[in-house]
């Protein structure tokens, strides 16, 4: 079965008491935390009164996350193309950048097994989608350590518009 169409079996269910003043009509728990079990992603909704409407909520958007997700990937292969790093250092003229972008891709090896390549059995986009979502959800993190800083927030509006630059580049969505 597809992670879209997951049954309630497959995801974990939390809930939470409600925050602030209840006063005379204390409910037992309004907030709901919702995780897929296979993938490990995880949404919380507590906007409504009702419990069972967050829940309800909660499932709706992480079927939705689910149905960007798709399918995992496969892991990359080798392939014949040049590595990716190459091709970047080539364009990359500030030392430090390329001295990180050579260690990001050493990681890479490590985990994957190869290094990045053109051809390796992946969809590029796709990836880079899900990076771009990660950067997002970092850089909002940094703004609520510390509000002060102005330029996480500048990094954030550039890094949103990239995210939904490469969502409308996936395969079969429209932008």
């Known amino acids: 079965m597809s ?7 497959d995801l974990d269910f939390h809930a939470w008491p409600p925050r602030g003043v209840g006063g005379q009509q204390v409910r037992p728990s309004a907030g709901v935390l919702v995780v897929h079990r296979e993938t490990g992603i995880a949404v919380v909704v507590d906007r409504e009164r009702s419990q069972l409407k967050n829940r309800r909520e909660a499932v709706e958007r992480l079927r939705a ?6 399918t995992t990937q496969p892991p990359p292969v080798a392939s014949d193309s040049p590595r990716i790093l190459d091709l970047v250092l ?6 430090r950048l390329r001295a990180d972008l050579q260690a ?22 796709r990836d880079a989608y899900e ?5 997002v959800m970092y ?10 800083d102005p330029r996480p927030r500048r990094a954030l509006a550039t ?6 630059d490469l969502r409308s580049m ?4 429209r932008p």
């Open 90 to 95: 080539a364009d990359v003229p500030d030392r």
């Open 131 to 135: 990076e771009a979502c990660d950067l």
């Open 3 to 9: 992670a879209v169409n997951a049954p309630d079996a």
């Open 65 to 70: 996350l689910l149905g960007l997700r798709g």
């Open 104 to 125: 990001r891709a050493e990681v890479g090896r490590e985990r994957y097994g190869v290094y990045l390549q053109a051809h390796n059995g992946r969809d590029a986009l």
């Open 159 to 164: 890094a949103a518009r990239l995210a939904c």
């Open 170 to 173: 996936q395969r079969g969505v």
């Open 139 to 148: 850089l909002r993190q940094a703004i609520a350590e510390d509000d002060e």
